[in-house]
């Protein structure tokens, strides 16, 4: 596989930071928990095209998302419930509702197929909008790799305070371990545990957040400086850029 790199910019990216990101593609071309590779780089690939969708513009102006009618803009072969999935996540998610949810969740994508869609999606926008911000093209997607998703579902996971069933630090088993990562305290925050009914892609997007924010261990150390810019000047940023993209977290 084409290794991912930011050679080409004038720009000094981190080589951690760079190696996030090439572990990032990596996963996205490999075989998942409950998808294919193909399909995998497909909802990156749709994810990419939701940007230039009409339809998610017009949804997104719209009072109400539900009151639009139309179909969306699309470039893979995607099934339409998945696309449905993949374009509202990457354009509206302060908007998402439970009951939206739920016909997707029983359009045939399931709970844990649902969340590892969100994991390729919040993947492929990480390393884009990375590479918007340093002025560079996205990369090129990676070439799908062979082989069957895992289907291993947590035998621990339990429907909650969430929408998707989640896995508490207890209710682990030897394998996953992978949330090793994620899991840095006795009692992690929900949004370490969102992902958790597929810990493969919650041990990814804590492995690019170790790198594009801060590692687990440090997030307590207020006063340190372990980046370029101090805490207090990175928090300014992360809440404006939450308040911008209605994060409410």
Known sequence: MRLLSYDATDVVVREDLAAAHR???QRL????TWFRAERRVAIAAETRSARDCAYCAE???????YAVEGSHRVATDLPDNLVEVVHRVA????????????????????DAGFVETVGVVVTTIAVDMFCGAIGVA???LPEPEPGGPSWRRPVGAKPGPAWVPMLAPEDRTADESCLDNVYIS?????????LSLVPREASG?????DAQYLPGRLISDVAGRHRAIDR?????IAGRVSAINGCFY
């Open 23 to 25: 572990r990032a593609w």
């Open 29 to 32: 071309g490999s075989p998942g």
């Open 59 to 65: 949804c997104k102006a719209a009072l109400s998302p």
């Open 91 to 110: 354009t509206d998610p302060g908007r998402l509702t439970r009951a939206w949810f739920d016909r997707a969740r029983d359009s045939g994508i399931g």
């Open 138 to 140: 996205p990369h090129p």
């Open 186 to 194: 006795p009692d992690p925050t929900f949004v370490r545990r969102a």
């Open 205 to 209: 997007l804590f492995d690019m957040v």
């Open 232 to 236: 207090a000047q990175m928090e300014l």
